[in-house]
């Protein structure tokens, strides 16, 4: 017989964060400290679970503790994006309620050419792209280099944008030789840059999240010949020009309301066919006709302090803490949802 759920005890899962780490995995301890106070304030007992590519020794651990909820910030496992989403997919087998996105949503969106699949099959405009191994499609202009599977502008730099395919393809070469992994190319949308964040409410239907106010990335005075894109440095190095001159506005325009409802609805869209819940973001880019395509879905958003999803809820006049009661407390209405129905 399976022992009772320590209701008051919350794992909050997390890759093991090596000293050496670069800028955005040390940003995971960050997010554990915040996210583990405001647990604190709202009456739970957070205990953190480190999480290594030794799946069996999380969920022996997990076992023992038998914790009511699983706080899930694990955002790579052994420094690989690809890996999100296995922890997901051993807590769907012991059968604990875990916060945030599920396996299949987090796989999907963590592989960007999947996700691009998934959003042109439904006709959600996004940029035009190829990967590698792949017969590029006709692309007038320039062209932008990513992984396929990594986040935090991992790989993006000046150099990401180029001027066709052939110069695309010796990038995504270099890219693959220096860090690993699958690259792709796309059409690169040089256009403003805005996000949409949604979150589960207890109170809501599970497919119809909250939109909070939107967020524009702004591009402040670029040099000719500088792409405005948000690279690496534009997030982690806090004395670079990028860092500086790319700063997140929530005072978006009076005028521009018609276009931020047409990217919630666009945002509401992607929740509904990647089967998103908890939180997510959508960023997009619009072309010169102000048309907007969806850059990336993002199923795992950072939590820290100065991260654009916490700017958003207090832009929402939400704080820290009600943002993470509502990811707790909509997860385990599902939970009790489940319970009842079986």
Known sequence: MAKPAQRNLVAILHAAVPPDAAADEQDTLVQIGVVAAALKRLGWTPVQVPVTLDLA????????????????????????????????????????????????????????????????????????????????????????????????????????VVGGVAEARRRMAEMAARHGGEWFAESFVDGREFNIAMLESPELPPDRPLLLPASELRFIDFPPGMPRVADYASKWDKGSF?????????????????????????????????????????????????????????????LSPDSGFAAMLRKAGMSFDQGIDMIVESRLRREAAVQRAS
């Open 57 to 160: 020794a999380m969920a022996a651990r997990l076992k023992k503790m038998n914790p009511a909820i699983v706080f899930n910030l694990v955002e790579s496992l052994g420094g690989r994006g690809q890996h999100q989403h296995l922890p997901a997919s051993v807590l769907d087998a012991m059968g604990l309620p875990y916060t945030g996105n599920g396996t299949v949503a987090l796989f999907e969106t963590t592989n960007k050419a999947l996700t691009k699949c998934r959003l042109a099959d439904a006709g959600i405009a996004t940029a035009p792209w190829f990967e590698a191994s792949e017969a590029p499609p006709k692309i007038a202009g320039k062209l932008i280099v990513k992984p396929v599977w990594e986040d935090a502008s991992i790989g993006i730099d000046a150099g990401a």
């Open 242 to 302: 990028a860092y500086i001159h790319t700063p997140l506005c929530l005072d978006i325009e009076d005028e521009l309301a018609p276009l931020i409802e047409r990217l919630g609805e666009i945002a509401l869209e992607c929740w509904k066919l990647f089967g998103l819940r908890g939180y997510a973001r959508v960023d997009f880019r619009l072309d010169r006709k102000n048309e907007p395509f969806v850059l990336e879905v993002n199923a795992n958003p950072c």
